[in-house]
C-alpha cells in the first residue's frame, strides 16, 4: 500500500526566505506526482505536475524535484511571500491499476510580513 | 472554460439521514475521482468514474454509493450518516485517469 509522508508538518518563515518542503513515498512505481496547494476551507490548486520520468518542474518561483528510486520528492519555494501562506499537498499517481492519488497530510506554511 | 464546480457548498446534517452531493466536471473531461478530506489530514480517494462506470473505489464502505451522468457530472450518495462522515467532499475531473486531476472547492459536510 503506498503510504504518502510530508515533513515538517509546520513551518513559519519570515518574507524572502527561500525554503524546502519534502515529501516521501513509499511505492516508487508511479506515473506521477502532483504539487497541490490548499487555502484554509478550500479546494485544491494544482502548482507541478512531474512524470515519472521527469526529474524537475518550474513555474515562476517554485521548483519541484522528483527521485523515484529513492522515493522522494522537493518543492522549492524562492523568495516566499505572505500570499504563500497556505497547505502543500504533495500526492502520487500509481502506475498500476486504475489511476488515483495518494496524499500526503499537508505541509501547513506562514509566510510572515 | 468552467472548472469544476460542486454543490451545495455546505451541508448540516444529523445521524442517520442520506445525503447526495454533486459535482459538474471541467468541459471535456470524463473521468470523475471523489475523494474524502477530514479536519488536518490529507484527502482519501472515495472511487472514480469514467464514462459512467465506476472505475476504481477506495476502503470506503458500500453506504457510500455514486454515478456519473451522459454528461459526466456525478454525484456521490452517502446514506446512515455517521459523526465520523462530517468532512471535506472534493471532486476532481480528468481527461482520463492519468491526466493531471482538477479539483472543485468541495462540500463541507457536517454530521450533527
Known amino acids: 500500500k503506498q503510504e504518502v509522508t510530508q515533513i515538517p508538518a509546520a513551518l513559519s518563515v519570515p518574507e524572502g526566505e527561500n525554503l524546502v518542503l519534502n515529501c516521501s513515498f513509499t511505492?516508487?512505481?508511479?506515473?506521477?506526482l502532483q504539487w497541490f496547494r490548499q487555502d484554509p476551507g478550500k479546494g485544491l490548486t494544482s502548482l507541478l505536475l512531474?512524470?515519472?520520468?521527469?526529474r524537475e518542474q518550474t513555474s515562476g518561483r517554485l521548483n519541484a524535484s522528483l527521485d523515484k528510486s529513492s522515493g522522494r520528492s522537493t518543492l522549492y519555494i524562492a523568495a516566499s511571500q505572505p500570499g504563500d501562506s497556505a497547505t502543500y499537498l504533495c500526492?502520487?499517481?500509481?502506475?498500476?491499476?486504475?489511476?488515483?492519488?495518494?496524499f500526503g497530510k499537508g505541509t501547513m506554511l506562514l509566510v510572515s510580513p | 472554460e468552467t472548472g469544476v464546480t460542486q454543490s451545495p457548498t455546505h451541508l448540516i446534517k444529523t445521524r442517520g439521514q442520506q445525503v447526495t452531493l454533486r459535482c459538474s466536471s471541467q468541459?471535456?473531461?470524463?473521468?470523475v475521482s471523489w475523494y474524502q478530506q477530514a479536519l488536518g489530514q490529507g484527502p482519501q480517494f472515495i472511487f472514480q468514474?469514467?464514462?459512467?462506470?465506476?472505475?476504481g473505489r477506495g476502503n470506503f464502505p458500500p453506504r457510500f454509493s455514486g454515478l456519473q451522468f451522459p454528461n459526466y457530472s456525478s454525484e456521490l450518495n452517502v446514506n446512515a450518516l455517521e459523526l465520523d462522515d462530517s468532512a471535506l467532499y472534493l471532486c476532481?475531473?480528468?481527461?482520463?485517469?492519468?491526466?493531471?486531476?482538477?479539483f472543485g472547492d468541495g462540500t463541507r459536510l457536517s454530521i450533527l
Open positions: 476532481a475531473s480528468s481527461l482520463d485517469g492519468y491526466q493531471p486531476q482538477h
Open positions: 511505492d516508487s512505481a508511479i506515473y506521477n
Open positions: 512531474i512524470q515519472s520520468s521527469q
Open positions: 500526492a502520487v499517481n500509481l502506475a498500476s491499476g486504475y489511476s488515483t492519488l495518494t
Open positions: 468541459s471535456g473531461h470524463n473521468t
Open positions: 468514474y469514467y464514462r459512467e462506470e465506476e472505475n
